[in-house]
């Protein structure tokens, strides 16, 4: 599955809830979807002190996708690579 960022703006939300401070911080970009004409926006979530994704084009690795003690397929936290451009001859 290709996923696309075109930005580094992180959208960072902070609060509290029963007494402890939190963060969470996302950032936008698209995943190409099979059979949908167009991407899709998604957010990425990254940890406190993650950077945001570069700029460019990733490919989604196997490991993000578990199975739980049920063996139900799950999602975790999204592992990408990015994708070499093809350089011209």
């Known amino acids: 599955m290709k996923i696309e960022i075109k930005s580094l703006n992180i959208d960072k939300r902070e609060g509290s809830k029963d007494g402890r401070n939190y963060t969470i911080r996302n950032q936008f970009g698209y995943a190409y979807l099979p059979g949908k004409p167009y991407p899709t926006e998604i957010k990425i979530s990254l940890e406190n002190t993650q950077d945001p994704f570069p700029v ?13 003690k049920y063996q139900k397929l799950n999602l975790g936290r999204l592992v990408l690579t990015p994708i070499k451009a093809v350089r011209a001859a």
Do not use: A, V
């Open 56 to 68: 460019g084009e990733y490919t989604l690795e196997e490991s993000t996708f578990y199975t739980d």
